[in-house]
T-cell receptor, first 117, second 116 residues
Framework: DTGVSQNPRHKITKRGQNVTFRCDPISEHNRLYWYRQTLGQGPEFLTYFQNEAQLEKSRLLSDRFSAERPKGSFSTLEIQRTEQGDSAMYLC?????FGAGILEKLFFGSGTQLSVL | AQKVTQAQTEISVVEKEDVTLDCVYETRDTTYYLFWYKQPPSGELVFLIRRNSFDEQNEISGRYSWNFQKSTSSFNFTITASQVVDSAVYFCALFGGSSNTGKLIFGQGTTLQVKP
């Protein structure tokens, strides 16, 4: 079990630039989640995938955000035309979902800290 | 709507003191799961416990214990004989199973500082 891996750990970008983050979940996990955490707050849900299907997106996920999970393995989160308000820690998590409504624990990565200047 | 409230923003104790972190939740689901996670300064969220809504037995794991009371919609976390290494941000979280939205709802977190 190598855990959930996120790259890069830190990203500094200028306003208006595009950024992309990568998440490699635990290999046998069928669910993958993206969360955003700002200073002093709990993680806020952005979106999740069941295998390669994106099943839910939060209203926080504006049209500048897009996430993919091709082939149900790793996932990418892209932010286009970044704004200063996008500065946050972006967390990825994965889990096994055995059936409707049964959630085992989420395993989190160390996150990608985004700073938009 | 689902919501988790952790009213204590910061708690400071001296080593060896007992400390209780409060968590109150709101959900219309009859089946749901409650979690506690620890976030040390390194940033990674570390799983502590998962409890489903049908199991109200309290649980003890070493110095950690959890008190789940459906009647008051609370899931409190107690650390006995706290240690400096317990210093971290602790999050309570809720998953509404019957709604099957797939998302875990987190509280705002309680920062625990244990002083030597």
């Amino acid at each position: 079990d190598t855990g959930v891996s996120q790259n890069p750990r830190h990203k500094i970008t200028k306003r208006g630039q595009n950024v992309t983050f990568r998440c490699d979940p635990i290999s046998e996990h069928n669910r993958l989640y993206w969360y955003r955490q700002t200073l002093g707050q709990g993680p806020e849900f952005l979106t999740y995938f069941q295998n390669e299907a994106q099943l839910e997106k939060s209203r926080l996920l504006s049209d500048r955000f897009s996430a993919e999970r091709p082939k149900g393995s790793f996932s990418t989160l892209e932010i286009q035309r970044t704004e200063q308000g996008d500065s946050a820690m972006y967390l990825c998590a994965s889990s096994l979902m055995f059936g409707a409504g049964i959630l085992e624990k989420l395993f989190f990565g160390s996150g990608t800290q985004l700073s938009v200047l | 709507a689902q919501k988790v409230t952790q009213a204590q923003t910061e708690i400071s104790v001296v080593e060896k003191e007992d400390v209780t972190l409060d968590c109150v939740y709101e959900t219309r689901d009859t089946t749901y799961y409650l979690f506690w996670y620890k976030q040390p300064p390194s940033g990674e969220l570390v799983f502590l416990i998962r409890r489903n809504s049908f199991d109200e037995q309290n649980e003890i794991s070493g110095r950690y214990s959890w008190n789940f009371q459906k009647s008051t919609s609370s899931f409190n976390f107690t650390i006995t004989a706290s240690q400096v290494v317990d210093s971290a941000v602790y999050f309570c979280a809720l998953f509404g199973g019957s709604s099957n939205t797939g998302k875990l709802i987190f509280g705002q977190g309680t920062t625990l500082q244990v002083k030597p």
